[in-house]
């Protein structure tokens, strides 16, 4: 099971921007995606989480501002779309994924896997 998260980059405070985080792998089912971020000297935050269901939640910050949908009916893809953006929205954001892998001997494998986080630079 892997999961890519991408899409960052520089942008000005006001711009937006989306990002994406894919999953895959084999006989997989992928139930609550979230997007989190983490802040030079901060802790990791979660920003934004989406269930297999489609109910989402946002953190306080990032409401009104930033949407979490899925890009497919498999729940493999989720978007994060990002405006009105911040300098304070400066961070690495990374992605993660509650899933139920089915191994060879077809045993359900429960886990939860990160991806690498893609820069997000808001100037001012």
């Known amino acids: 099971v892997q999961l890519q998260a991408s899409g960052g980059g520089l942008v000005q405070a006001g711009e937006s921007l989306r990002l994406s985080c894919a999953a895959s792998?084999?006989?997989?089912?992928?139930?609550?995606m979230a997007w989190y971020r983490q802040a030079p000297g901060k802790e990791r935050e979660e920003v934004a989480t989406?269930?297999?269901?489609?109910?989402?939640?946002y953190a306080y910050s990032v409401k009104g501002r930033f949407t979490v949908s899925k890009g497919n009916d498999r729940n493999t893809m989720v978007y994060l779309q990002m405006n009105s953006l911040k300098p304070e929205d400066t961070a690495v954001y990374l992605c993660?994924?509650?899933?139920?892998?089915?191994?060879?001997?077809?045993?359900?494998?429960?886990?939860?896997?990160w991806g690498k986080g893609t820069l997000v630079t808001v100037s001012s």
């Open positions: 993660n994924a509650d899933y139920i892998h089915y191994n060879d001997a077809d045993e359900p494998v429960v886990g939860r896997i």
């Open positions: 792998g084999s006989r997989l089912t992928v139930n609550n």
């Open positions: 989406i269930s297999r269901g489609g109910a989402t939640t």
